[in-house]
Structures are given as structure tokens and as C-alpha cells.
């Protein structure tokens, strides 16, 4: 009886041997890395991008934008709607009031928006800005 001749060469089918599962990258030792979490040197300008410098003086707070007016949108019927309000934050919280005086286009509302702006030039607190929006209702 003759002997039948394989299709089919399926030692060519089985699975890889996997030696390792494991990435070796993990066992590096930590000399190693290119990351940078402290630096040490005065040679480094103020806005580096490292966590933590050894220089500076975490106590203090970074100066930031907590107030400002901005216009936005109401959409009506269909029809989009423009005005201004101020807004301010409080720690994480927004805060936000309308500045009455009517849409962007009213010389009201721009005259109001302008004592606004100036009021946050002048360094005046949100809470003082917000009596004096309140006022005007």
C-alpha cells in the first residue's frame, strides 16, 4: 500500500516558542531612565518643564486671570443672540453674571462692559465688580 503524500507541511504551522514574557525594559535600573523629576542646578530658566525645582519657593501662588468679560451666544427662534457677562473664579468654580445694557450692539452694554474692563484693570475684586453689575439691574 502506497503511502499518501502530505499536503500540507504543517511543521510550519506551529507556534513560535516564546521565551520571555516579560519586557526586559522593566528591569532596568533606575540610573538608567531619561526621566527628570527634580532638578537641582540654578541654570534652569523659570519655565522649564520639570515637577519640581530645588530653586524655587513653593509657598508662593502663581499670579493667574480670575476675572474677565467675555460675549456669548443665546440662541432664540432660531436666531443667535450676542451679550455680555462677567466671569471669575473662586478656587475651582466659575462664576458668572449678565452685564445688563442689552446685546453686544447697544451703546448701554458696551459702555458697561468698558467700566467692567476698566474696574479689572484697576485690580478691583471680583465680589466689587459683581455689586456693581448688580447695581445696574
Known amino acids: 500500500m502506497k503511502e499518501q503524500l502530505t499536503l500540507f507541511d504543517?511543521?510550519?504551522?506551529?507556534?513560535?516558542?516564546?521565551?520571555?514574557a516579560y519586557d526586559n525594559a522593566w528591569y532596568k535600573p533606575d540610573s538608567v531612565t531619561n526621566t527628570v523629576l527634580e532638578q537641582t542646578n540654578d541654570g534652569c530658566k523659570p519655565d522649564c518643564n520639570v515637577l519640581e525645582q530645588a530653586?524655587?519657593?513653593t509657598n508662593k501662588s502663581a499670579p493667574e486671570q480670575s476675572?474677565?468679560?467675555?460675549?456669548?451666544?443665546?440662541?432664540?427662534?432660531?436666531s443667535e443672540h450676542y451679550y455680555y457677562r462677567?466671569?471669575?473664579?473662586?478656587?475651582?468654580?466659575?462664576?458668572?453674571?449678565?452685564i445688563p445694557g442689552g446685546n453686544v450692539r447697544s451703546a448701554i452694554a458696551i459702555g458697561r462692559k468698558e467700566k467692567v474692563e476698566s474696574a479689572i484693570a484697576d485690580g478691583e475684586t471680583p465680589q466689587t465688580i459683581e455689586k456693581l453689575i448688580r447695581s445696574w439691574r
Not at 10 to 20: A, D, E, G, K, R
Not at 86 to 98: I, P
Open 86 to 98: 462677567y466671569l471669575w473664579m473662586e478656587g475651582r468654580k466659575l462664576h458668572h453674571v449678565h
Open 67 to 78: 476675572h474677565w468679560v467675555e460675549k456669548y451666544t443665546v440662541v432664540r427662534y432660531g
Open 10 to 20: 504543517l511543521q510550519q504551522y506551529t507556534t513560535p516558542v516564546i521565551n520571555s
Open 55 to 57: 530653586t524655587t519657593n
